[in-house]
T-cell receptor
């Protein structure tokens, strides 16, 4: 089946630094990828929709200058948390859509900002 | 707008007993419905989905779900629960004509299977 990977799986950084999270579709091409954020004991909240070769579409309340999304190829989307602060600590999950609009989820990235 | 409701934050069941995790949805037309499971610090694992056809859908790990259009429900069930089934379960919906749009998730239900 389709596999989506995320790297890193866990990252700890100092406040004020930037962190890049990669989402890759390993065995299929994904024109669209989605980025979600999950706080402890809560559901997944959609942050943005990432389309290959175009600008990402952000959900209301998500700062596009803080959460930079780049979808440069059909198998890779990146989320960069710029100038991270402790309140950005969360579990970030990506999903990728194949040509049948089936969505496959990555394993998630745990971000801890000190 | 599409929405999903999981009315129970927590479900407790004894090992070997049947389990049900409830889900109701709100979407116009015939929806695509999904169930996912999440273990601690892990991503979502797909369990099953309903697109069309038979209302009873069988999925991974012995789980099944029944699509009930009149009650707008898609409850997840398993005849005999295992301790290893303890996890967080999410119901999700997508409108079939919405193209390549993200899933809308319920808030999740934590299942605890007690030995």
């Amino acid at each position: 089946g389709a596999v989506v990977s995320q790297h890193p799986s866990r990252v700890i950084c100092k406040s004020g630094t930037s962190v890049k999270i990669e989402c890759r579709s390993l065995d299929f091409q994904a024109t669209t990828m989605f980025w979600y954020r999950q706080f402890p004991k809560q559901s997944l909240m959609l942050m943005a929709t990432s389309n290959e070769g175009s600008k990402a579409t952000y959900e209301q309340g998500v700062e596009k200058d803080k959460f930079l999304i780049n979808h440069a190829s059909l198998t890779l989307s990146t989320l960069t948390v710029t100038s991270a602060h402790p309140e950005d600590s969360s579990f970030y999950i990506c999903s990728a859509s194949d040509t049948n609009n089936e969505q496959f989820f990555g394993p998630g990235t745990r971000l801890t900002v000190l | 707008a599409q929405s999903v409701a999981q009315p129970e934050d927590q479900v407790n069941v004894a090992e070997g007993n049947p389990l049900t995790v409830k889900c109701t949805y709100s979407v116009s037309g015939n929806p695509y419905l999904f169930w996912y499971v999440q273990y601690p610090n892990r991503g979502l694992q797909f369990l099953l989905k309903y697109i069309t056809g038979d209302n009873l859908v069988k999925g991974s790990y012995g789980f099944e779900a029944e699509f009930n259009k009149s009650q707008t429900s898609f409850h997840l069930k398993k005849p005999s629960a295992l301790v290893s089934d303890s996890a967080l379960y999410f119901c999700a919906v997508r409108h079939p004509n919405s193209g390549n749009t993200p899933l809308v998730f319920g808030k999740g239900t934590r299942l605890s299977v007690i030995a």
